[in-house]
């Protein structure tokens, strides 16, 4: 099966076409969206890092940079630092010109200060804006695409109804060659044995075991319940109880087939099919790991209607009810509460989102899009130094 | 599975069934496939749980077939099952804690 797309020339397939404002520090975030709010027509977001960062999170936060950067949904990527930040920007320009992409890097010291360097920014911005017309989509195979699987907001309709109906979009992507990814290992705890179970190879099953033992016991070294965060209030309201009647709705999203690797956060599956990425249950940090990845696309099921979604990945979303699909219609684009209606079945409604997913890679924009959430957070390992 | 019903038990191991409207107290719960019957002790709200047997405190409680934890006091059957009767076995960093101040003898 086949989609519209733009082929870029580290042979990956975008379906956006973004001119991407990168702030590699929250000492720029200002000046990212002085330029965006005067080239609309380019994204950006607001960063919370960036400094101050060591170790495994000096490398985590370096590889979600590099993801973007590089990530086939974006044309052009201008990178805005302040020009004291521990990662070799040059570095980083020159991986995006080697993916083929416009990327020129703006350093606040070397341009004067902020109206140098928003006057260099709109320059250079404006003129890809245009620019990028001249890429035009062709067919590329759905082979080429990787979904992230979300849930967030979940209420007891997300095992039954939005999950489920996701998972069948799984099944299908995968048969056609494609990657789906499952993510949120917090919201794997109590259900990670069935996964182990449906791992390809015994190594992916214990990888599978190691991180969610990882994650449980983090959360235990605060010694708390972590109930009230998982499950959260909202998720308790919606009747979830516990993590692992939470986690045993949430895997549904996966669907059925082999799991075929299980990869760290932001890292690029190098296997197609069904794959894991270790991510929080937060749901901004996570989808940005899976973007990072190389997630073209998200679909996100939500049972209390959250509105999130990515800079530079459209995001579906899918109501698990008709109560929230009706109370946030500005924000949901599709609604599988017609499951609990008892007007169709999953399959069903899976084969619709299926649909509309496909609608979405060819260029119908979401609501999130439209809308202009374009959340992101980079999940941290350990303290900020 | 096309449901059009009013409550779901979404596996035969299950000790819970969830209610897919807003359910009223006194209402009339009958299922001969799965050996169910009895009348709903409490108002259950939508997408929330009740009882479909009698559950001893302390016992295992099932959905999907699998474990999501474990009833604090007992439950009739009909009764609305939630936090207030059924708490989690995992990531439980409170007993762990508590478990931990024991061995040092600070409690």
Redesign the interface.
């Known amino acids: 099966m086949q989609v519209l797309g733009y082929r870029r020339r580290d042979g990956r397939v975008g379906v956006r076409n973004h001119v991407l404002v990168l702030p590699v520090s929250y000492e720029v975030n200002a000046i990212a969206e002085h330029i965006t709010r005067a080239v609309p027509e380019a994204v950006t977001f607001r960063n919370q890092h960036g400094l101050n960062q060591s170790g495994a999170d000096l490398v985590q936060t370096r590889r979600v940079y590099e993801g973007f950067a590089t990530h086939p949904n974006v044309y052009a990527v201008l990178l805005l630092a302040w020009g004291n930040e521990p990662h070799d920007l040059k570095g980083l320009v020159e991986q995006a010109r080697r993916a083929g992409k416009q990327a020129e890097l703006i350093a606040l010291e070397t341009v004067g200060g902020v109206r140098g360097a928003v006057r260099e920014g709109v320059r250079i911005v404006r003129r890809w804006t245009e620019e990028r017309a001249a890429v035009e989509r062709v067919e590329v195979p759905l082979s080429s695409i990787i979904l992230g699987t979300e849930c967030g907001g979940s209420?007891?309709?997300s095992?039954?109804s939005g999950n489920p109906a996701l998972g069948v979009v799984s099944d299908l992507l995968v048969e056609q060659g494609g990657t789906s990814i499952l993510a949120e290992t917090t919201e794997l705890?109590?259900?990670e044995h069935?996964l182990a179970d449906r791992a390809a190879t015994p190594e992916v099953g214990q990888r599978i075991l190691h991180i969610v033992r990882r994650v449980?016991e983090n959360?235990?070294?605060?010694?708390?319940?972590?109930?009230g965060a998982?499950p959260s209030p909202g998720n308790?309201d919606?009747?979830i109880?516990?993590?692992?009647?939470k986690s045993?709705?949430c895997i549904y999203k996966g669907g059925t087939t082999p799991i075929r690797e299980v990869v760290e956060y932001a890292e690029r599956p190098t296997e197609k099919g069904l794959v894991i990425m270790d991510t929080p249950g937060h749901d901004i940090e996570q989808i940005t790991g899976m973007v990072a990845g190389g997630a073209q696309i998200v679909i996100f099921t939500t049972?209390r209607g959250t509105p999130t979604g990515s800079p530079i990945a459209p995001c579906i979303k899918v109501a698990t009810?008709s109560?929230t699909f009706r109370n946030m219609r500005d924000n949901i684009d599709f609604n599988a509460g017609d499951?609990?209606d008892?007007e169709?079945?999953?399959e069903e409604t899976g084969r619709r989102l299926f649909a509309l997913m496909l609608d979405v890679l060819n260029g119908k924009q979401t609501k999130a899009e439209r809308l202009g959430h374009r959340e992101f957070g980079i999940y941290r390992v350990g303290q900020s130094l | 599975m096309r449901t059009g019903k009013r409550w779901i038990v979404q596996n035969r191991l299950d000790d819970v069934a969830t209610a897919l409207v807003p359910m009223p107290a006194g209402e009339h719960i009958v299922d001969v496939d799965l050996g169910v019957q009895l009348r709903l002790l409490q108002d259950i709200p939508f997408g929330h749980k009740f009882s479909v047997r009698e559950i001893a405190a302390g016992e295992k409680v099932h959905k999907y077939g699998q474990v999501i934890g474990r009833a604090t006091k007992p439950i009739r059957a009909g009764e609305h099952v939630h936090v207030h009767n059924l708490e989690s076995l995992r990531g439980r960093g409170d007993l762990q804690r508590l478990a931990d101040e024991v061995r040092e003898g600070k409690a």
């Open positions: 209420d007891a309709c095992g039954i705890i109590g259900a069935l449980e959360a235990m070294k605060m010694g708390v319940d972590i109930r998982q308790m919606g009747g109880t516990t993590i692992e009647e045993l709705g049972g009810n109560f499951i609990i008892g169709a079945t999953v």
